[in-house]
């Protein structure tokens, strides 16, 4: 074989097992770690703060919302009013309601609000049984004292009536 | 590998023993029992492993985990992992799971900790956790484990250990070509080329399936090729060429290969058709660069110089116009910003396990494909990534800060003014007033019970009447009357008298009434006084400014630290993206000498007479 090729082949032959190259340095992937667990911590204790300075406990009302349904009924939307006006109108993705349905809670709203007694309503839009439209709507009467208030709107398909229940669900 | 997949896996590594379901779009069981834990869960399965792994630290910290608490901690080590924080997950792991612990399912955990360690390099730290690992929950995961057993064993010389794991993998394993194929590229290295034909060829038994698996076999083909022309047994080479697939990414390096295996055999003729196949696509990779040289080369042998002298200069325009495009790549990723290069900046992508790899596209990452699609360059890019989404969680934290900084300020400044006003005094003078004048009513109220005296209750237009009867009988005394205004002074007497007994059980209950009213308020006020008093109290011994401070003096350390790695990761990825590029532009240079040479060398041929 001509000696002007061969090399080319065996740099070919390098390339085709040899590909990956070597640029790992063991300290910088420790201080990355580090530093993504200290953002973390950072974060955690904002957060906190956060809900201490900006939500106290005295004027505080959360509102969480969970799913246990599938067969009665599919979310789309949900509107939350306090004391008439609205506070928030939240609309799912895909992705978001599959992890409601699995088991997780939302965060829905934070805010504050005055002693005494407040209405809560949330209205939810969807598709009921059979793939109608369904709009259905929950009130609740709370008394909020100096303590924070989590509300959970929970959205459950009852076998009994072979519709969706919504209910609310004072923590 | 599918979400649900994925969903299981992560799931299996973590929340087997939670009340939660884990399968991808089943129902929920059973709802959680704490808010914090189904919040982590909400953003966990959508694997926003950042506000997962927050909920779940601030569940931890003001302890909101109720029954969740005992598999919170081990979720963490699980987020950690997919998240990329293998050292964190190892410590939650070794502390946790060095036991076994009824209903959950440790092994995938250290399962998944040793392939991330092993793809990082470590592979010490690769070896220790799967020491941990005793039987997997499902077949598949239980062959890759036998593959990274066999794989490490094979690096560390230890063969027969290797043999072990090998003979548990069944004969349809989608892992045995990656062994065999790993086995001859072994065997290559150290020159050994009929023990690597030997493994290359093996996978030309197997039956493959998927293009993961095809490409794998098409490589080993290649290699083979090589391996087999290394070997000397050139119709071999051609042979294992001709099965790679012409879709196959490894389509160029084989068609160089089957040329180069007919010229070594003196067949330019047949060396030319790969070799000019080649040459019509972008000299982008190594192999159409070479095959640029390689077709006037076969003319050469073929005896055409003419040909070959209009080829030679083709390939000197070609290698001119990539050596620009190289250095055109060598000055962007020497300067430009790389995450534009890399396109890490739409990337919202937080799973190291099963997130896929990232694929820039862009005018100058045809250059470094190869080198991109290495579990190192890969790795370091998902840092950068990372690296550069906490510098933007850390600017929103910056601002979140600053708006609790006035906000706290503005209470700070409008509590200060309630003290400074002594409002709380005032309210209270006003309270011992208030009091003072109901204890004042109260005697009086007792007083006119006591006598049976209406008048005392009497309402104030009677009080008034009262008041004209006292005025006209005191003039009566002094004036001389006359026996019939005396009459009627007496009359008027009877009347009002009557008025007083005829409503006195009425004006008693509602002085009464109003009384405990009064005091029922009293008290009220005195309650609100009370907190009012307490709140202020407690408001100037405890201020949020140096919880504040504290955390904006933690962040900018932070931000300092962020901005070094940031630089480190990138500088890093620069110099082997840099690096790479250069060893093309020598290539490059030195392929463009090759046929400047070439070319005068046909000239002076065909000045003495010869063919051009």
Request: proline content about 3%.
């Amino acid at each position: 074989m001509n000696t002007f090729i061969r090399p080319l082949w065996v740099a070919a032959l390098l390339g085709v097992l040899f590909s990956s190259a070597s640029l790992r340095a063991e300290s910088l992937d420790q201080e990355i770690q580090t530093i993504k667990q200290q953002v973390l911590e950072l974060n955690r204790d904002l957060f906190i703060l956060e809900e201490e300075l900006l939500f106290p406990a005295n004027t505080r009302l959360s509102v969480f919302l969970s799913l246990d349904v599938g067969e009665y009924f599919a979310l789309d939307a949900v509107k939350l009013s306090v004391d008439g006006e609205v506070v928030t109108h939240y609309l799912y993705t895909e992705r978001q309601l599959d992890a409601l349905q699995r088991g997780g809670v939302q965060r829905l709203f934070m805010g504050n609000i005055k002693s005494g007694q407040h209405e809560i309503v949330a209205v939810f839009t969807g598709r009921g049984p059979k793939g109608r439209d369904y709009r259905r709507a929950t009130a609740l009467l709370i008394d909020k004292t100096s303590v924070g208030k989590n509300l959970e709107l929970k959205i459950i398909d009852s076998s009994d009536m072979r519709q969706p229940e919504f209910s609310v669900k004072e923590w | 590998m599918s979400l649900v997949v994925i969903h299981r896996l992560i799931a299996g590594l973590c929340l087997l023993a939670c009340s939660v379901s884990a399968g991808g779009g089943e129902r929920a069981t059973q709802t959680v029992q704490s808010l914090g834990y189904g919040v982590t869960l909400y953003h966990f399965y959508q694997q926003d492993y950042f506000a997962a792994l927050t909920e779940l630290m601030v569940a931890q910290k003001t302890d909101a985990l109720g029954v969740h608490s005992e598999h919170a901690e081990l979720l963490r080590g699980g987020m950690s992992l997919s998240y990329g924080m293998d050292t964190q997950a190892q410590q939650i792991f070794t502390e946790l799971l060095s036991q076994p612990r009824p209903g959950v399912e440790g092994d995938s955990a250290w399962f998944y900790l040793g392939k991330m360690a092993w793809q990082r390099g470590d592979v010490a730290r690769a070896e220790t956790a799967l020491q941990h690992v005793n039987a997997l929950p499902s077949p598949q995961l239980q062959q890759e484990f036998d593959y990274l057993q066999t794989t490490l064993n094979v690096r560390q010389g230890n063969i027969p250990a290797a043999q072990q794991y090998l003979a548990r993998l069944p004969a349809d394993s989608p892992w045995l070509p990656y062994h065999y194929y790993n086995m001859g590229a072994l065997h290559a290295a150290r020159g050994e080329w009929a023990e690597a034909a030997g493994y290359f060829g093996t996978m030309n038994r197997l039956e493959l399936a998927g293009e993961e698996a095809l490409s794998l076999r098409d490589r080993a083909y290649t290699a083979a090729g090589f391996a087999a022309m290394a070997a000397g047994d050139y119709p071999r080479a051609s042979s294992d060429f001709a099965r790679v697939r012409l879709s196959s990414p490894m389509s160029e390096r084989a068609l160089l290969g089957y040329g180069w295996a007919a010229g070594a055999q003196d067949d330019y003729q047949s060396a030319l058709s790969p070799w000019q196949t080649l040459n019509q696509q972008a000299a982008v990779s190594q192999a159409v660069r070479e095959s640029l040289l390689a077709v006037p080369y076969a003319y050469e042998q073929l005896g055409q110089q003419g040909v070959a002298l209009v080829n030679y200069q083709h390939a000197a325009q070609a290698f001119e116009d990539e050596l620009q495009a190289v250095n055109r790549a060598i000055a962007a990723f020497s300067r430009d910003d790389l995450q534009d290069l890399l396109g890490l900046r739409g990337d919202q992508r937080d799973n190291w396990l099963f997130g896929g790899d990232i694929l820039p596209r862009n005018l100058q990452t045809p250059y470094l494909r190869q080198l991109i699609s290495s579990h190192a360059f890969q790795m370091a890019m998902r840092e950068l990534r990372d690296l550069h989404r906490m510098e933007q969680r850390l600017a929103q934290a910056a601002q979140r800060l600053q708006v609790m900084t006035i906000v706290d300020r503005e209470q700070q400044q409008s509590w200060t003014e309630l003290i400074e006003q002594d409002r709380a005094s005032a309210l209270q003078q006003r309270r011992t007033q208030l009091q003072m004048q109901i204890e004042s009513l109260q005697h009086k109220l007792s007083g006119a019970e006591a006598d049976g005296d209406g008048r005392a209750l009497a309402s104030a237009s009677q009080i008034a009447l009262w008041q004209r009867f006292d005025q006209a009988t005191a003039l009566s005394k002094k004036m001389d009357t006359s026996p019939e205004q005396q009459f009627r002074l007496e009359l008027y007497r009877g009347l009002l008298v009557w008025e007083d007994a005829e409503h006195y059980a009425q004006n008693l209950w509602q002085n009464r009434q109003a009384l405990q009213q009064l005091a029922e308020l009293a008290l009220l006020s005195e309650q609100a006084i009370e907190r009012l008093r307490e709140t202020q109290a407690q408001r100037v011994s405890s201020s949020f400014a140096g919880d504040i401070a504290a955390l904006d003096s933690r962040l900018a350390t932070q931000n300092g630290r962020l901005q070094l790695a940031i630089s480190a990761s990138g500088q890093a990825l620069r110099q082997v993206a840099v690096s790479e590029l250069q060893q093309q532009e020598q290539a490059l240079s030195l392929s463009l000498g090759q046929s400047r040479l070439a070319i005068a060398r046909l000239y002076d041929l065909g000045s003495m007479g010869g063919a051009p």
